[in-house]
C-alpha cells in the first residue's frame, strides 16, 4: 500500500491527501460543530462560555508540550522518510516531559485565580486533556502524506465524543462531564493511531536523549514561538473577556468563533497536505514551487472574496438558524470574523512556505507582529466595544500578518497577487444581489444560491482556468 501511494506524483498526492482529508474533515467538523450547537443550546450563553473559558486557558499550557516540535517533525519526516523512528522516538519522550512539567505549571495556576471550586475543577478536567495531545501521532501521517488516516481517526474521535454527549449532558448541571468525555475520545484516536504506527513501522521505544533533544529544539524553538504568538492572537481575546466581561461575553464571543472554526477547516486541510510538499521541493530545488504557492494563493483569494461577502449578509440567519434567538447578541462580531477568516485564506501559503524554506527567524517575526497588533488593540477595544471590539482586534491582527508574510515572501521568489482579485470580486458582487432580494429564504437555500451563482459567474470571468488546474494536479516531481 505504501509503495503504491510512493509512486504517485506530486499532484496526485495532493489532490488525494485534499479529498480524503477533505471528506473526513467534513464529516468530523460538522459532528463536531453539531455537538458544539447542541451544548451551546444546553448549557445556556453562560455555561458555553464557561467551557470556552477553560478551553482558551488550556491552549495557552498546551504551547508548552510542542515548543515548534510537530511542526519541526513534519518538515523532517517529509524531507526524509528513513529517519522516521528518530524522530518519533525522541519527540514523543520530550513531549511527554513537557507535558507533565506543563500540567503541574497548570494547577499551580488554578490554584492561584480567583474562580468558584467547580470553575476550576472544570479547568483541570480540560487540562487532562495535555497528555493524549503530547502522545498524538498526527505529525507523523501528515509528514509521510496520509492524511486520510489522520481524516478517519478525527472521525472516531468525533464520535465518540458526540455520542457520549448527547447520551449523558442535557443540563448545566452535568457540564464537568464535557471534558472528561473529550478526553475519552482523545484516547481513543491516540490509540488507533498508534496501532496503525505500529503495524507499519514497529514498535517506537521512549528515547532520553539530551543531545538530540537539544538539536531538536534548537531547531524547532523559532516554529514554537511562531506558534505561541499565533495562539496568542487566537485566544487572548477569548481570555480577556472571560476576565473583564464575564461568561455570558465569552460565550456569545465564542459561539461566533466556532462558526469561523468550520469554514477555516478546508483551509486547514490545504495547509497540512502541501506544507509537506512544499518543503521537499525545496530542498530538491524544484522550479515549480514559485507556481505552486502562486497557484494556492489565488485559490485562497477565490475562496476568500466570497466568504466574506456572503458571510456577512447571511451572518444574522446563520446565528438564529444555528444557536437560536439567545445568541443574536453575537452577530456582529461574527461578521467582524468572517472576514478574518477571508484574510486566513488571501494569507494560505506566505507563512507555511517561510518554514518549509527554511526561514523560520521571519516566520517569527511574522506571528510576533501580529500578536503584538492584537494585544494592543484588545485592550484598547474590549473595554468600550465588549466581542465586537475583540472580533476587529483579531482582525487587524491577521491583517498585520498578511502583510508581513506576504512582504518576507516576496523576498525569496517573485509572487504578485493584486491581479487574483479582481475575478473574485465582481463574482462576489453579481452573488450578492440574489442574496439580498431572496433574504426572507431559509439560510440553507441562500448558500446553497450564492454559491451555485458566485461558481457560475466565475467560471464566465474565466476566474477558473482549466489548464492552470491541469498543470497543478499533473506536476510531477
Known amino acids: 500500500m505504501f509503495e503504491r501511494f510512493a509512486r504517485l506524483s506530486t499532484g496526485q498526492k495532493i489532490v488525494k491527501n485534499i479529498l480524503s482529508l477533505t471528506a473526513a474533515n467534513i464529516v468530523s467538523k460538522l459532528i463536531g460543530f453539531v455537538t458544539i450547537t447542541y451544548l451551546a443550546r444546553v448549557l445556556s450563553v453562560s455555561g458555553f462560555g464557561q467551557i470556552s473559558f477553560a478551553q482558551a486557558i488550556i491552549s495557552y499550557f498546551a504551547l508548552f508540550t510542542n515548543l515548534g516540535l510537530t ?10 522518510k528513513k529517519q522516521i523512528k528518530k524522530y518519533v522516538n525522541n519527540i514523543l519522550t520530550l513531549r511527554i516531559v513537557l507535558t507533565t512539567v506543563s500540567f503541574g505549571l497548570l494547577l499551580i495556576f488554578i490554584a492561584f485565580i480567583n474562580k ?107 516554529m514554537g514561538f511562531a506558534f505561541v504568538m499565533i495562539q496568542i492572537y487566537n485566544n487572548l481575546d477569548s481570555v480577556m473577556l472571560g476576565f473583564m466581561r464575564g461568561d455570558e461575553a465569552i460565550g456569545l464571543y465564542s459561539a461566533a468563533y466556532k462558526i469561523v472554526i468550520l469554514l477555516t477547516a478546508l483551509r486547514g486541510i490545504l495547509v ?27 485559490l485562497g483569494i477565490t475562496l476568500a472574496i466570497p466568504l466574506g461577502v456572503g458571510g456577512t449578509l447571511l451572518a444574522k440567519p446563520m446565528v438564529a438558524w444555528i444557536y437560536g434567538v439567545q445568541y443574536e447578541g453575537c452577530v456582529l462580531a461574527l461578521q467582524v470574523l ?60 491577521q491583517v498585520c500578518v498578511l502583510i508581513a508574510a506576504y512582504t518576507f515572501a516576496r523576498r525569496f521568489m517573485r509572487i504578485s497577487i493584486a491581479r487574483f482579485f479582481w475575478k473574485p470580486a ?52
Not at 511542526?71 to 526524509?80: C, K, M, P, Q
Open 426 to 477: 465582481l463574482a462576489s458582487l453579481v452573488m450578492a444581489i440574489p442574496l439580498i432580494l431572496l433574504q426572507r429564504l431559509q439560510v440553507l437555500a441562500l448558500i446553497a444560491i450564492g454559491t451555485v451563482c458566485y461558481t457560475i459567474v466565475l467560471w464566465l470571468l474565466k476566474g477558473i482556468s482549466r489548464a492552470e488546474i491541469w498543470r497543478f494536479l499533473h506536476y510531477e516531481e
Open 116 to 222: 468558584p471550586t467547580n470553575y476550576k475543577a472544570l479547568i483541570a478536567f480540560y487540562g487532562l486533556s495535555l497528555f493524549p495531545l503530547a502522545l498524538s501521532l498526527d505529525w507523523v501521517f501528515q509528514g509521510i502524506e496520509r492524511m486520510e488516516l489522520i481524516g478517519i481517526a478525527g472521525i472516531l474521535r468525533s464520535v465518540t465524543y458526540a455520542g457520549l454527549v448527547f447520551l449523558f449532558v442535557n443540563s448545566p448541571s452535568r457540564i464537568l462531564n464535557v471534558p472528561l468525555f473529550a478526553l475519552a475520545a482523545s484516547f481513543i484516536m491516540i490509540a488507533l493511531l498508534i496501532y496503525i504506527f505500529v503495524k507499519n513501522h514497529g514498535w517506537f521505544s521512549f528515547s532520553f536523549n539530551w543531545t538530540i533533544w537539544k538539536e531538536f529544539l534548537i531547531k524547532a524553538l523559532p
Open 338 to 397: 468572517l472576514w478574518y477568516t477571508a484574510v486566513l485564506f488571501i494569507n494560505l501559503l506566505f507563512p507555511q512556505l517561510l518554514n518549509a524554506i527554511n526561514q523560520q527567524k521571519f516566520y517569527a517575526v511574522v506571528t510576533i507582529a501580529g500578536a503584538v497588533v492584537n494585544v494592543i488593540f484588545n485592550f484598547l477595544l474590549i473595554p468600550r466595544n465588549g466581542i465586537v471590539g475583540a472580533a476587529i482586534a483579531t482582525l487587524l491582527a
Open 272 to 298: 497540512s497536505t502541501v506544507f509537506p510538499i512544499l518543503s521537499r521541493a525545496y530542498v530538491t530545488r524544484d522550479n515549480d514551487l514559485p507556481h505552486m504557492v502562486s497557484y494556492g494563493t489565488r
Open 71 to 80: 511542526t519541526f517533525g513534519i518538515r523532517e519526516v517529509a524531507r526524509d
